[in-house]
């Protein structure tokens, strides 16, 4: 992973601009999980690695117009970019970030330059749902579904198919396998909002609710509720919530089994994506799904 955080750099030292590099260094770095979901799928040559590191870096552009959009101070329990240095700059470095990627990806052949840019329009698409779904109490799961998919799944789906597509792998069936994974790592982050403390997850607990975010298990637990508690759900919906709402929710959760049948739906989701490699004989990308569902930050 070291080389592909070298790539990463020296794309935006390219650049020739100290304070660019400045702000470069100090974007939180995440898990790399779609560099390492190419790393496995395509081994390890100049090009997987060019590859990771392009994947990244899109997906770091992505995370810094989000924290402005979301209003985030922090990510993974460092201040975001936006809260160091203001949205103007977190939404500038994003775009240098993703111009630069994008300017690699024109050395790669077409049909991975198109399954990548296609699900960059897609991540901006299924942001923008994300937002107009934010306005009102979303209890319709196929829109949260077709949301998730957007603007998560389809850039792991994309890393997946195109590490797949350098070494002339069975481009569907990790297509499959990466959208499974995706969707699956959503829904896992939404849980997680629920269930961990603030100090784990490096972000106020329960964040979605007040932005405006239903979430599958809020969306369970709406319809599992009779219509009094469906009153007091709603009257909670995008408000700063107290100590005791947040024990409300969560024990309610409890009781209707939101919580517990959400991790189920992400784990039905872990075994369609493992069904889809079963014949690859890649115990790593086996690993991967089981790591993800076992997260817990
Ligand atoms: C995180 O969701 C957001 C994304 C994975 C995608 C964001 C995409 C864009 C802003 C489109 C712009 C794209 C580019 C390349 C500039 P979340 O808020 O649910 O997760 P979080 O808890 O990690 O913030
Ligand atoms: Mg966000």
Redesign the pocket.
């Known amino acids: 992973m070291e080389k592909v955080e070298v790539l990463m750099t020296q794309m935006v030292e390219s650049l020739d601009d100290s304070y660019i590099l400045e702000l470069f260094q100090k974007v939180p770095k995440g898990k790399r999980l779609r560099a390492k979901l190419i790393l496995k799928i395509a081994g390890l040559s100049d090009d997987s690695y060019k590859l990771a590191a392009i994947i990244e870096l899109?997906?770091a552009?992505?995370?810094?117009?989000?924290?402005v959009?979301?209003d985030?101070l922090t990510?993974r329990g460092k201040d975001s970019i936006n809260a160091l240095f203001g949205n103007k700059t977190s939404i500038m470095l994003?775009?240098i970030l993703?111009s630069k990627g994008f300017a690699a990806l024109s050395i790669f052949s077409s049909n991975i330059a198109q399954k990548i840019s296609n699900a960059?329009a897609l991540?901006?698409v299924?942001?923008l749902l994300?937002v107009k779904l934010s306005h009102s109490f979303n209890d319709n799961e196929e829109l949260y579904m077709n949301m998730i998919y957007k603007?998560?799944a389809s850039?792991i789906e994309a890393a997946s198919a195109s590490a797949a597509m350098l070494v002339d792998k069975d481009v569907k069936i990790y297509e499959l396998y990466g959208k499974n994974l995706g969707l699956a790592f959503?829904v896992i982050?939404?849980i997680l909002?629920i269930t961990q403390d603030s100090k784990k997850l490096g972000?106020p607990s329960l964040h979605?609710f007040k932005e405006g975010?239903t979430t599958l298990p809020y969306m369970y637990l709406f319809s599992r509720v009779d219509d009094e508690d469906k009153k007091k759900l709603l009257s909670l919906f995008k408000k700063d919530l107290s100590q005791d709402d947040k024990i409300w929710i969560k024990n309610k959760m409890q009781e209707s089994s939101s919580l517990d049948d959400s991790i189920l739906y992400a784990k039905k989701l872990g075994s369609d994506a493992l069904e889809a490699i079963k014949n690859e004989e890649n115990d790593s990308l086996s690993k991967i799904i089981t790591e993800m569902i076992e997260r817990d930050f």
Do not use: F, N, P, W
Not at 61 to 67: M, P
């Open positions: 899109i997906h552009a992505s995370l810094l117009h989000d924290d959009i979301d985030a990510r994003g775009d993703y960059v991540l901006s299924g942001e994300d603007k998560t850039l959503q982050d939404d909002d972000k979605d975010k």
